[in-house]
């Protein structure tokens, strides 16, 4: 039997902290998720004070892997787009490191997001391009070739005939501008066209909370890739992060 590597996964989301023990070795979440609100648009120590809460409430001194809504660079953020700016330039490992007494590797959520399919979800074992995208506050992508990453692509920013792809279709989006599943997916339709477009990917995988319902518009979405949810839904950026931890 393989003994088993356990690290802590947090995922810091535009409206919710989460955060699990995982289990290396399967992905599988060890004992509770907790979770808090993000302070997404309060200071930065606020936040760093949210994740010190969550992260009390899991046992033991694991090492911490943080997927943050970022581009980070060497743990460094340099965008902030739907956090408050004072983020930029602030050192994330460092500041959490020292917040939560232990060391902590700090990566963008969607490429957490999609290391944990990569590694045991629906993109497990798929050769070529694959792109995934998090449809949550934003559009965060992840692009892989031949299963190695890279790093920090943001095509959620991406202007989709006169406007960003992650105001036309991501999760709130859908919300915020009050959109029917007809009208979302016909949004979706127009950003995957031009993903695709641009990088011909073999496989695209959509997360993110709203996948949680695919029947409401997996049938609407037409694209020349293979398409498909991730198998980790929401909690793929939990597991991600974690396995972060293995990369230092
Ligand atoms: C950010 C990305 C992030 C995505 C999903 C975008 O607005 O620029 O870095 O991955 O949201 O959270």
Redesign the pocket.
Known sequence: MTASRLAIGIDV??SSIKCALVDLNTGAFVGERFSTPTPAQDSTETLLTALKTVVSRVPGDHAVGLAF???LRHGTVR?A??LNKAWIGKSLSALAAEHLRRPVIAI???DAAGAAELRYGAARDVPGTVLLL?L??????ALFVDGKLVPNT?F??LQVAGREA?KRASGRAKIDQNLNWDEWAEQLNLVLQEMHALLWPDLIVLCGGITEEPDKFMDKLHCEARLCIGTLRSEAGIVGAALATTLS
Do not use: L, R, Y
């Open positions: 989301g535009g809504p970022s581009v965008t787009a739907n963008n959520d969607a998090t949550g506050t934003g559009i965060g992508t943001e959620g920013h992650e």
